[in-house]
């Protein structure tokens, strides 16, 4: 193991963790966030900004509340239903990414496995819905390392370029939730059956 992956692996705590995510190689010049028209991506770059927009109005949502509770409960209701929508684009838009597939997560990068290697050093624009939440994330990386595996495959790692503090924040928000989750589950296989 390099040195820096010693240092990446202390900085960041990491989850295996199953979530449909597509990426492709950027151009020269090419930011995270541009690519093709497709009405998927357009689609894709509004459920993201839909997730950040919603973790970056929390504060003021809280706010709100401590001043006019009616106002507050008004607008749960209208971020309830806006969710509702941002969970139906995410069902259509899932379709389009393909199955979850399993990684290594963490709030500075993502490892994965890719049936062509990627030279490091190469830029990537990733789409990654996390679930079950259906969380949708457009996030720039970088490729640190291409390894191939004894099936053929490629360990692909790569560390996030260009992140946002609400994209980091949301990333560190799932990776909690899902580490509770596999501490509760593994809790309840090694308790005693009642």
Do not use: C, W
């Amino acid at each position: 193991m390099s040195t820096r992956d010693a240092d990446d692996r202390r900085e960041y705590y990491r989850i295996e963790d199953s979530i449909a995510l597509e990426f492709r190689p950027l151009q020269q010049g090419e930011t995270g966030g541009e690519g093709s028209a497709d009405n998927a991506s357009t689609l894709f770059s509004l459920l993201s900004d839909l997730h950040v927009m919603d973790f970056e109005s929390q504060h003021l949502l809280r706010h709100i509340h401590e001043r006019d509770r009616t106002l507050a409960s008004y607008l749960k209701v209208i971020n309830k239903r806006i969710d509702l929508l941002g969970q139906a684009l995410a069902q259509s838009l899932l379709r389009d990414i393909g199955p979850a597939r399993q990684v290594i997560l963490s709030e500075g990068g993502i490892g994965f496995t890719s049936p062509e290697p990627i030279e490091p050093g190469t830029q990537l624009a990733i789409k990654m819905v996390l679930m079950p939440q259906a969380l949708g994330l457009l996030v720039q990386a970088v490729v640190i390392h291409s390894q191939v595996r004894a099936d053929g495959e490629f360990d692909i790692g790569t560390e996030f370029e260009a992140q946002t503090d609400a994209q980091r924040q949301l990333l560190a928000r799932h990776i909690l939730q899902k580490q509770a989750q596999q501490r509760r589950e593994a809790r309840e296989r090694s308790s005693p059956p009642a």
